[in-house]
């Protein structure tokens, strides 16, 4: 509950959610970055990671894919064509698809077929484009990990 001062710790992102007026010192801790949403946002730290990984390349031995699960944003036309050019070579990969405005695994689900999960995202596309169907929430799949 972002109201609530009921707590040791508190990290947030927008300073409205912080009550300075109740702040108990020596009890309580308060954390405030406001720009931790390149972090916070799965959408946003994949990015963050390419960025990263694409200036650092060169002088880095660390590969990306090493500690982040290979990942596309699925609404991206760029990012979907790439998907899809992957799973051409590896049909067999199963994948995790996460909703980038929910938490706590909230919206996730297994993709074990990735072809017919493409043949669905058009459909959903053409649905929405037809203004059958809202647009959903803008989506990452990532490398299932086994």
Same mark, same amino acid.
């Given at each position: 509950?972002?109201?609530?001062? @009921? ?10 959610? $912080?009550?300075?007026?109740? *702040? ?6 308060? !954390? ?6 390149? $972090?916070?946002?799965? =959408?946003?730290? !994949? ?24 990942? *596309? ?9 790439? *998907?899809?050019?992957?799973?051409? @070579? ?13 938490? %706590?695994?909230?919206? =996730?689900? +297994?993709?074990?077929? !990735?072809?017919? *999960? +493409?043949?669905?995202? %058009? ?16 989506? =990452?799949? @990532?490398?299932?990990?086994?």
């Amino acid at each position: 509950d972002l109201q609530s001062n @009921q707590y040791s710790l508190k990290w947030t992102e927008l300073r409205r959610d $912080l009550d300075f007026r109740s *702040f108990k010192p020596g009890k309580q801790l308060l !954390a405030r970055n406001p720009r931790i949403s390149c $972090l916070a946002s799965k =959408i946003k730290l !994949a990015d963050t990671l390419t960025a990263y990984h694409e200036q650092t390349r060169r002088v880095s031995k660390l590969c990306m894919q090493e500690f982040f699960p290979l990942t *596309f944003k699925v609404d991206d036309v760029r990012h979907r064509r790439e *998907f899809r050019a992957y799973i051409e @070579q590896h049909p067999d990969e199963v994948w995790i698809c996460k909703p980038t405005g929910m938490n %706590q695994g909230k919206g =996730i689900f +297994l993709v074990p077929k !990735a072809k017919e *999960f +493409l043949l669905q995202l %058009q459909e959903e596309d053409r649905a929405a484009r037809q203004g059958h169907a809202t647009a959903k929430m803008a989506r =990452i799949v @990532q490398r299932y990990l086994r």
